[in-house]
């Protein structure tokens, strides 16, 4: 029986005319025009002194992936100026509120970069189900089956909306609340999800075409008819882990997924910490900072391609082409030795899986005698 997953949904959306100086934010958000401003406000933040924002990992100072991605002086050692060149968001408080019927809590968040804006929506069960019915009901979320009962703030009323609709509705509230009530939606990839059995009561070992492969793959492909869609081969979605990790764990890695099943820690009583609640939040964490990064690195070369040779950018913005070289080169090569950012094969991975190339070209436009970043024979991590 599940006692305990996650489910969580991400969406990073461009803001690059603001980036750029092409658009102008209201009044409230103009820390989002310059790379100064943007330190200048992060600090503020830091020293409590701006309620309408906080930092990423809301006063939890041992948070894992924040803590590494800055590098080893730690989150106390946080700075505005780190946060701007390693594009560190803020997040936002959200006037919504959300649940269903068979979930412990859903949680709203979002997050604003310099160059975009970010959703993450994590629903949380806790109770008793059968592997296939936890499943069946992540599915009936993702494909919105299921309904979530929204209420905005000062409103009486509430809605009853799915996930698409929920999406859509804090979105344009982020979105205008940034850049005005006539904005436009700005570039995606499109929803980034996760799935991770937190508790479950016995060890059960991943077997390629056993139950919980069919339940991966539908987690994962979210394919239209799940019963009978073809599996997934697993060695061509296994992501590498630690090999201390036990026999039949799997981190599935999909181009816009993830899904993860570790039965030595789900099954272990009591858990322990960091518990797989808390690797699932890296997992978020992770996945959003390469969605934003690589959103930069296409937008770039967009404009670059269509006109606007590299030198001739705005300095800010050759700088930050360059800092967002730097941060996806780091992410994309740290190993075990690795101390100045967070380490991990499915971020590589999802590199890898989405934005490798675009990547390798702006690196040669930066500096035409860069080498490409190789293909990954990856190590575990």
Known sequence: MVGDFRLSFIWVESMFYVFTGAVKPVASFDFLESRQQYSWQFDQVLGGSVAAFEVPWQNRKKQVFWKYYLGSGGLEQASGAQASSHFVPLKSTLPFVASNRNFKSVSLEGFYYPHAFSVIITCRFSGNLGLTRAVDLAYAIRQGNEKFVVQQKNVSATSSVDLDSLLQDLLTYM???????????????????????????????????????????????????????????????????????????????????????????????????????????????????????????????????????????????????????????????????????????????????????????????????????PLSQQSSG
């Open 175 to 373: 979105r205008q609340s940034a850049l005005g009530n006539t904005a436009k939606p700005g570039r995606s990839r499109g929803l980034f999800t996760i799935f991770t059995v937190v508790r479950a009561d016995s060890f059960t070992e991943f077997q390629p075409g056993g139950p919980i492969h069919h339940a991966l793959h539908t987690v994962t492909e979210w394919p239209p008819d799940p019963v009978t869609s073809q599996l997934f081969p697993p060695e061509d979605v296994m992501i590498p882990i630690k090999g201390a990790t036990a026999s039949g764990s799997i981190l599935v890695g999909r181009q816009r997924t993830r899904a993860v099943w570790f039965p030595g820690l789900f099954s272990q009583r009591p858990s322990k910490k960091p518990s797989l609640g808390c690797y699932h939040r890296n997992q978020c964490f992770s996945a959003m900072q390469v969605e934003s990064l690589s959103l930069l690195v296409r937008c770039t070369l967009d404009l670059i391609t269509t006109g606007t040779p590299f030198y001739k950018l705005k300095p800010a913005h050759r700088a930050s082409a360059m800092d967002v070289n730097k941060r996806l080169e780091e992410l994309y090569l740290a190993d075990r030795q690795t101390q100045n950012t967070y380490r991990s094969c499915s971020v590589r991975k999802q590199i890898e899986q989405n934005d490798l190339k675009q990547i390798n070209d702006l690196r040669r436009v930066i500096n035409p005698a860069s080498q490409n970043l």
